[in-house]
DNA sequence: GTCGTGGGATTGTTGAACAATACTTCAATC
DNA sequence: GATTGAAGTATTGTTCAACAATCCCACGAC
């Protein structure tokens, strides 16, 4: 190498977004979790590996592979020589996602005077997107807002591991809603809370904001421990 | 059901444990697992497909299934088209590791008094096992040990997923000590470190062990961080 | 020394085949 | 009528062989 060469050596690292495109697999595995995760695909349903593989036109192996990577999510669950199927979460399951939230998130905001400026810029914007869609009444959105928000929160940690591992938290907190069959509007009043949150933690008092998101999440665990105790008594959809 | 079949109500659920035994390309995947914990697989190894199922008389599609498995818990890397390496992790990983694992670890040692006593007893023990591979020189052991005293710290939280995840920390902290080479008998004065954290948990004083915690976090990444930015420049195995 | 340009090796994906297991059906029995 | 047992059927688990796509490497041209 010679002297010319070091502008090469400040260039940017290779993204690795940009890097090398997905396999067959992984974007039979993309699509498989949007379409739990929009409840397309409701829990407790098995999926078939013939007719998954003829409807999506790819072969047995790589739909196998793709549901290798979503049941290490959580997402689907694998029982031997019976087929995958939906993940049902419990309403253990439903504690411990919060147990785990609570861990992820209370620590990011309680140390929010670290973090970026820029991560902090970012839980304001799930707060818009929000509201944004709660006024177009698009319940759907407004879900997809929120868990931005939390998952924006836990980023104040700026850590790659934690970010990922709340990605899988959130994803599986909102099948939790699907198994319930809970409507997403329930959740409006919420956004009040995400405001307060944002507001505390962008005037740098990030005590005061941790301690209202640690009512959010009682509250907000109460509520659905609630409603899943009173659907496991009850009628609800069983398989 | 009759009022005779009351006493099967009150049975124990069916452990998932004794469920279906595994699959084959769980097995495969677990013994892989294994020899990247433990060293035989160097990092940044590439793992042959044709080689592998030949060795273990395992044909490509379940070879693969156990590939994906692994990546998924970052302790192998996919790279499309050009195969599967055993993870190398960076500088900029340990210290994401040990961020993630003050997230994990503190928490759960400062609200150690909701833990289970039985789970403060997993900790005492681990710390029994670390002292007694040390006085027989066996460093594996001594290793494993305090990779058992760090797990059950976080289990005090008694959450399944952060135990999950925890584990997988763990392994991939356990890989660093080889990308660097470093012999695991370095790790025995944070042996005594162990001993006074389970100490004051036992004693009832949970902030005082996370003190002590916090100290040997911010002591070990001070160490590992230096190790590895030495091995960096100096003549390193690189690939 | 750098830049194309092959050939060879490896992975990505498919389809078919068979074994192993689970589910279903239905008749026999109490 | 409900339960048990024994068929057959359907689905998954795993292997194998084949081919396409891609990468790696060595060779030669400039």
Wanted: net charge negative; proline share 4%; with cysteine.
């Amino acid at each position: 190498m010679t002297a010319t060469d070091d502008h090469i050596d400040r260039l940017p690292e290779a993204d690795d977004a940009l890097a090398p495109v997905s396999s067959q697999a992984e974007r039979v595995a993309d699509m498989l979790r949007s379409f739990v995760i929009n409840g397309s695909l409701a829990p407790g349903v098995r999926l078939s590996e013939e007719r998954l593989s003829r409807k999506y036109e790819v072969s047995r192996n790589t739909l196998r592979e793709a549901f290798r990577l979503l049941s290490r999510e959580r997402l689907l669950v694998h029982q031997l020589h019976r087929g995958v199927f939906v993940s049902r979460p419990t309403c253990a399951d439903v504690r411990d996602l919060f147990s785990v939230r609570r861990h992820l998130e209370l620590p990011a905001v309680r140390r929010a005077d670290r973090a970026d400026t820029e991560a902090v810029r970012a839980v304001g914007a799930a707060v818009d997107e929000g509201e944004a869609a709660r006024d177009h009444a698009d319940w759907w959105a407004m879900g997809t807002a929120n868990m931005r928000f939390h998952q924006a929160l836990a980023a104040l940690a700026g850590s790659a591991r934690l970010n990922e591992f709340m990605n899988q938290v959130l994803a599986e907190t909102r099948l939790v809603f699907h198994v319930m069959n809970d409507p997403e509007e329930y959740h409006a009043p919420y956004l009040d809370w995400n405001r307060r949150i944002h507001t505390a933690l962008a005037a740098g008092h990030p005590d005061l904001a941790a301690d209202e998101l640690a009512a959010y999440l009682d509250a907000s665990e109460t509520q659905l421990v609630t409603a899943f105790t009173a659907m496991e008594n009850g009628p609800g959809p069983r398989s």
